[in-house]
């Protein structure tokens, strides 16, 4: 839908409340990104110091190899989800250069509409962390069930 130049300024109110959101709604992904990234740094100091208790015991071999398998994926899927990768923003000389001297209308429409795309790159980039800390936070659980189990019927 394409609107004209005075359309656009009519709706600068409204333009204002979507853009508002849709910065509101950046922040609050990438607050959560922060969170998974933090999940993910404490995960893998447990599996770490898990596996060196494990190292260090005496235990069921093929039970403790097992487990030690389930440390390692918990470590590696762990380092997946805060590997530094591209999270995606808005680049401020481009957008100064784009629209100084436009009309409010016009600039608040396109900064929400760069926003929202931002927003779905970013998405992706949130569901792959999301899946990685899942996917480490089950390798460790088992890890530390088959941990236990080696090291009860070791006794």
Known sequence: MTMTPAEIEAQTNTLELLNNEVAS?????????????????????????????????QRHEVLAYCAF????????????TFRVAEHKDLEP?????????????????????????????????????ARHWAVSLWSLGAGLCLSTVALLLHT
């Open 69 to 80: 398998a389930a440390y390692a994926i918990a470590l590696v899927t762990g380092v997946l």
């Open 93 to 129: 000389r481009p957008m100064l250069a784009a629209h100084v001297g436009s009309p409010k209308g016009r600039v608040l429409a396109e900064l929400a509409a760069s926003r929202a795309v931002i927003f779905e790159k970013n998405k992706e980039r949130h569901q792959e962390k």
């Open 25 to 57: 709604r950046l922040a609050r992904q990438s607050e959560s990104l922060a969170k998974i990234d933090t999940k993910a740094v404490f995960l893998i100091g447990f599996a770490a110091t898990a596996a060196q208790f494990l190292a260090t015991h």
